[in-house]
Every structure is written in structure tokens, then in C-alpha cells.
């Protein structure tokens, strides 16, 4: 068996190449997280203690400080590392079949989406695995509501990007930029 690739369907997907998303150690992952959200989809907000639990759990890092309106939905949460109290309002989705590194005091509107994954133009290839790219977004970001982040982007440190923004390509520090695609409007200047 020389040559075959022995390494688990996990660390291929977390590396960034093809992998089966059918694996049984993913689909236990993915199932952990679903059971995650929905308790925490499920509190009210007197449960603040419950949430914390739950967050702490869902997160690779920063589940301790996370500001979270629920309802909240994502793939595995232990690939999502958050810096110091970063703030997901109302219907945020993050995909993290890769890494999704966010930095301390971002902010996330209402309905944004973050994706890592990404699926093969080969349609018959596409019915059996999937590849991912990883997302990392700087500290003191601020992403306007129902924005789309997509597999790979970075976003830079103190930038921020307008409401309903897809965002296909990286996005330098200290900027405004909005619009589909997404593309940097003007420097901000205090």
C-alpha cells in the first residue's frame, strides 16, 4: 500500500485538501456542534450561566469572552479561535471545516456568514469529497449585517466591511470596503 495516504479524513480537511466529509470522525464533529447550537439557540436570556458553559464548549478558543445573540450555527466550532470578546449578533453561520482565527473586540452584524469550505468543479469528484480554505479576520473589525465572507479571505485589523458585502478577496487593515464583490472603498482616517 505504498503511496496511499494514511493520514485521518480530519487532518486532510484541516490542512485544506480533498477530503470525505462522510468520515465518521466528521460526521461525529458535526453532530457535537449541531447538539451545541441548539442548546444554545435553545437558552433565554437569563440563562447567561448556560450560555457561557455552552460557548466555552462549542469554541476552539474564546468561548469564555464571546458576545453572542443566539441563534448562532456552525460545522465544528472547535476550528473557530476567538481573540478577546468578539461579538456574533443575531443569525451569524460559520462554516469551519478549516480554521477561522478571529481577532479581539470584531464585531459581527446580523445574518453574516463565514466559509471555509469549498467543493470540487469536477462533478463526479464533488459527490465524494470537498476541500476547504481558512479564514482569518484581524482584531477590531467591524462586518456589516448579512455580509458574506468567503473560503480564504483575511480581513485586516481595523477595517470594516459594509452591510451585505460578499467578500471574495483579502481586505487590508484600516479600510472601508463594501460592494459584490467586495472592494476597498476608502482608508479610514480618524
Known amino acids: 500500500m505504498q503511496g496511499q495516504d494514511e493520514r485521518s479524513e480530519k487532518a486532510k480537511m484541516l490542512a485544506g485538501e480533498l477530503y470525505d466529509p462522510l468520515d465518521h470522525e466528521l460526521v461525529v464533529g458535526r453532530e457535537r456542534a449541531r447538539d451545541l447550537c441548539q442548546a444554545l439557540n435553545a437558552t433565554r436570556e437569563a440563562e447567561q450561566e448556560e450560555r457561557r458553559r455552552i460557548l466555552r464548549e462549542l469554541f476552539g478558543s474564546g468561548g469564555d469572552t464571546v458576545w453572542m445573540q443566539p441563534p448562532f450555527f456552525c460545522d465544528y466550532g472547535s476550528n473557530i479561535e476567538l481573540g ?3 461579538f456574533f449578533n443575531f443569525n451569524c453561520v460559520v462554516l469551519d471545516v478549516c480554521s477561522v482565527r478571529i481577532g479581539s473586540f470584531t464585531f459581527f452584524g446580523p445574518g453574516v456568514q463565514i466559509y471555509t469550505p469549498l467543493h470540487p468543479m469536477n462533478a463526479e469528484l464533488r459527490r465524494q469529497q470537498e476541500f476547504g480554505k481558512p479564514v482569518e479576520i484581524g482584531s477590531d473589525v467591524w462586518v456589516g449585517g448579512g455580509a458574506l465572507i468567503m473560503p480564504g479571505v483575511q480581513i485586516g485589523s481595523r477595517t470594516v466591511i459594509g452591510a451585505g458585502s ?9 479600510v472601508f470596503a463594501a460592494g459584490n464583490p467586495c472592494r476597498v472603498i476608502r482608508e479610514i482616517t480618524e
Open 166 to 174: 460578499v467578500v471574495t478577496r483579502s481586505i487590508p487593515d484600516g
Open 84 to 86: 478577546e470578546r468578539v
